[in-house]
């Protein structure tokens, strides 16, 4: 028997992420934070668009678009698999990450955190999400609308400690990334 995770998936109760975001989102896909995508990134100097999607969006990894919203659902390991492998493919394609093997441990890393988000609430529970930045760090504010009398919960995470503690993948992916284009 296979164990069951919990994941996140994009989902559009109405037709605003489409004029809310620059890509939307396919409702239904596989999402993460995406929060890495504005690493380095003033928020201040962002389109409008973008800054909405630094502000609440996850990102949907097969089309690379923003969702206001993502629901919690029951998901296999082989489903995990399949979610960090289509994210390392885009970390290559689309952020530059030089292989397959660095892009796989980012992707690995961004599927945990969605995980972590999706772990504590019942299945088919919707999440929401409000990120601001500082001069330091990027905090996050996660909420979910858990159904009928439960209430909205709050998870909080600042990425400071994990920024500045030592390199993620992720940020390895991306500091290259942006120092290789300005020599450009």
């Given at each position: 028997?296979?164990?069951?995770?919990?994941?996140?998936?994009?989902?559009?109760?109405?037709?605003?992420d489409t004029f809310v975001f620059d890509v939307p989102a396919m409702p239904g896909?596989?999402?993460?934070?995406?929060?890495f995508r504005f690493c380095g990134q003033d928020p201040a100097e962002l389109s409008r668009k973008a800054r909405a999607a630094f502000r609440s969006g996850f990102l949907g990894v097969q089309s690379w678009g923003w969702s206001t919203?993502?629901?919690?659902?029951?998901?296999t390991e082989d489903d995990c698999q399949v979610l960090i492998e289509l994210l390392a493919r885009q970390l290559v394609d689309r952020f530059g990450a030089p292989d397959m093997a660095i892009a796989r441990a980012a992707a690995e890393e961004e599927v945990t955190f969605a995980q972590s988000l999706a772990r504590t609430r019942s299945a088919r529970s919707l999440r929401s999400t409000a990120?601001?930045?500082?001069?330091?760090?990027?905090?996050a504010s996660v909420s979910c609308n858990c159904g009928k009398g439960s209430g909205t919960a709050r998870h909080s995470r600042s990425w400071k400690s994990r920024m500045m503690s030592k390199p993620t993948a992720i940020l390895t992916i991306l500091m290259g990334a942006r120092s290789g284009s300005s020599d450009e």
């Amino acid at each position: 028997m296979k164990k069951t995770i919990k994941l996140l998936r994009t989902i559009a109760l109405d037709p605003s992420d489409t004029f809310v975001f620059d890509v939307p989102a396919m409702p239904g896909e596989w999402a993460v934070s995406g929060a890495f995508r504005f690493c380095g990134q003033d928020p201040a100097e962002l389109s409008r668009k973008a800054r909405a999607a630094f502000r609440s969006g996850f990102l949907g990894v097969q089309s690379w678009g923003w969702s206001t919203l993502a629901q919690i659902v029951p998901a296999t390991e082989d489903d995990c698999q399949v979610l960090i492998e289509l994210l390392a493919r885009q970390l290559v394609d689309r952020f530059g990450a030089p292989d397959m093997a660095i892009a796989r441990a980012a992707a690995e890393e961004e599927v945990t955190f969605a995980q972590s988000l999706a772990r504590t609430r019942s299945a088919r529970s919707l999440r929401s999400t409000a990120r601001a930045a500082t001069a330091t760090s990027t905090r996050a504010s996660v909420s979910c609308n858990c159904g009928k009398g439960s209430g909205t919960a709050r998870h909080s995470r600042s990425w400071k400690s994990r920024m500045m503690s030592k390199p993620t993948a992720i940020l390895t992916i991306l500091m290259g990334a942006r120092s290789g284009s300005s020599d450009e």
